[in-house]
């Protein structure tokens, strides 16, 4: 089945440096990826969408400056929380779209459990 | 804007129980509901979906009804096993944002033997 691989499952930062996590899918192209936050207790939410070859959409409230998204070949889209702060400490997860014989089917990844020190 | 609440976990059951999940949303149109799993260590699975009023979403045992005059769709399984434990998400996507979903906080369920 469609499976997208997302590296790291964890990750433990210093205030002030960056983190990218990746999103990979294994066997489709996805030409549209997905990228959500979830802080504890809350709802995942819907931070951009990002298609391949062309910048991503943020939603509002999400700073496109601090979260690079880049979604640069049909199997890797990557984001980069630049100049991470303990605030952003959260899960990311992302969704890849694929199309199937009847529309789209939505794969999502593991997710990534960032905290900032 | 659209919403999704459901019921806090964990919940914790014993194994061959009954397990309901509440979930309601709200919604300007006419969305589709869903029902996540995510399992230790994996991604997020698609477990059921309604499209419309009345629509039920069948898969492993488990069910739920779209009922859109009390804006509710509760996941049901009426005999749980070890293996269903998990996290479990209810979601909506408005069809002219296909593949944006709302989530809601998801909730944790733990099935004891």
């Known amino acids: 089945g469609a499976v997208v691989s997302q590296h790291p499952s964890w990750v433990i930062c210093k205030s002030g440096t960056s983190v990218k996590i990746e999103c990979r899918s294994l066997?489709?192209?996805?030409?549209?990826m997905f990228w959500y936050r979830q802080f504890p207790k809350q709802s995942l939410m819907l931070m951009a969408t990002?298609?391949?070859?062309?910048?991503?959409?943020?939603e509002q409230g999400v700073e496109k400056d601090k979260f690079l998204i880049n979604h640069a070949s049909l199997t890797l889209s990557t984001l980069t929380v630049t100049s991470a702060h303990p605030e952003d400490s959260s899960f990311y997860i992302c969704s890849a779209r694929r199309e199937t014989g009847m529309g789209y089917g939505y794969t999502f990844g593991s997710g990534t459990r960032l905290t900032v020190v | 804007g659209n919403s999704v609440t459901q019921m806090e976990g964990p919940v914790t059951l014993s194994e061959e129980a009954f397990l309901t999940i509440n979930c309601t949303y709200t919604?300007?149109?006419?969305?589709?509901l869903f029902w996540y799993v995510q399992y230790p260590g994996e991604g997020l699975q698609l477990l059921l979906k309604?499209?419309?009023?009345?629509d039920k979403g069948s898969n492993k045992g488990f069910e739920a009804t779209y009922r859109k005059e009390t804006t509710s769709f509760h996941l049901e399984k009426g005999s749980v096993q070890v293996s269903d434990s998990a996290v479990y998400f209810c979601?909506?996507?408005?069809?002219?944002?296909?593949?944006?979903?709302?989530f809601g906080a998801g909730t944790q369920v733990v099935v004891t033997p």
């Open positions: 066997d489709f192209q996805a030409t549209t």
């Open positions: 990002s298609n391949e070859g062309s910048k991503a959409t943020y």
């Open positions: 309604a499209t419309k009023a009345d």
């Open positions: 979601a909506l996507s408005e069809t002219d944002s296909w593949g944006k979903f709302q």
């Open positions: 919604a300007t149109g006419y969305p589709s």
